[in-house]
């Protein structure tokens, strides 16, 4: 039997070993791309709520709004305003309706809006106002602990700034100008 005389030298087998190396990094490279699609995409996510809600907040506020046509004293309780809801609106409860009027050297007189009538004076007084219908309605200018806002009190050449909020919907300003303080004088 012949012995084995033949020279068996191990070789360094750098190939694979670069192999191996070639492999962590791209694994890793995957990995970091997937954080990154996954921050992504979240923000993204977040970007959308986020205007979603603000369009969705400014559409209740314009739509949710009372237009005002035209405003006038109204004999010594305050003012007769002739109004509308703004396009795009649902319909309002008239009691979840409300006002408030500020007045030169005075606190705001504030209150529920009152005798909301259809515009050509058929019916009573709405529970609810509905879009595309006009209707009359009225600021009482004073309030308990003899808070006055009228025309009367108020006097020719001031003016009246006037809020009317509506529910949860939007809120209107208007700047009723007394050129005149008597009865059925324009204010708007």
Same mark, same amino acid.
């Given at each position: 039997?012949?012995?084995?005389?033949?020279? +068996?030298?191990?070789?360094?087998?750098?190939?694979?070993?670069?192999?191996? *190396?070639?492999?962590?990094?791209?694994?890793?490279?995957?990995?970091? #791309?997937?954080?990154?699609?996954?921050?992504?995409?979240?923000?993204?996510?977040?970007?959308? +709520?986020?205007?979603?809600?603000?369009?969705?907040?400014?559409?209740?506020?314009?739509? *949710?709004?009372?237009?005002?046509?035209?405003?006038?004293?109204?004999?010594?309780?305050?003012?007769?305003?002739?109004?509308?809801? #703004?396009?795009?609106?649902?319909? #309002?409860?008239?009691? #979840?309706?409300?006002? +408030?009027?500020?007045?030169?050297?005075? =606190?705001?007189?504030?209150?529920?809006?009152?005798?909301?009538?259809?515009?050509?004076?058929?019916?009573?007084?709405?529970?609810?106002?509905?879009?595309?219908?006009?209707?009359?309605?009225?600021?009482?200018?004073?309030?308990? *602990? *003899?808070?006055?806002?009228?025309?009367?009190?108020?006097?020719?050449?001031?003016?009246?700034?006037?809020?009317?909020?509506?529910?949860?919907?939007?809120?209107?300003?208007?700047? =009723?100008?007394?050129?005149?303080?008597?009865?059925?004088?324009?204010?708007?």
């Amino acid at each position: 039997m012949k012995a084995n005389t033949r020279n +068996q030298e191990f070789q360094d087998d750098k190939v694979a070993a670069i192999g191996i *190396g070639a492999m962590i990094v791209f694994i890793a490279l995957i990995l970091v #791309a997937a954080v990154a699609a996954a921050v992504i995409i979240q923000t993204a996510e977040a970007l959308q +709520q986020n205007a979603q809600q603000t369009g969705d907040d400014t559409a209740d506020n314009m739509a *949710g709004k009372v237009m005002i046509n035209a405003a006038y004293v109204d004999g010594t309780t305050g003012y007769k305003l002739f109004v509308r809801l #703004a396009p795009g609106s649902e319909p #309002a409860p008239t009691n #979840a309706i409300t006002y +408030q009027l500020m007045c030169p050297g005075t =606190l705001p007189v504030e209150g529920a809006v009152g005798n909301v009538v259809l515009m050509d004076g058929t019916g009573g007084a709405v529970a609810t106002m509905q879009p595309s219908t006009g209707y009359t309605m009225i600021l009482s200018g004073t309030a308990a *602990g *003899g808070l006055d806002c009228t025309a009367a009190t108020v006097g020719t050449g001031s003016s009246v700034q006037a809020y009317i909020h509506v529910g949860s919907g939007g809120t209107t300003f208007e700047t =009723l100008s007394l050129g005149a303080t008597a009865a059925g004088s324009k204010v708007v």
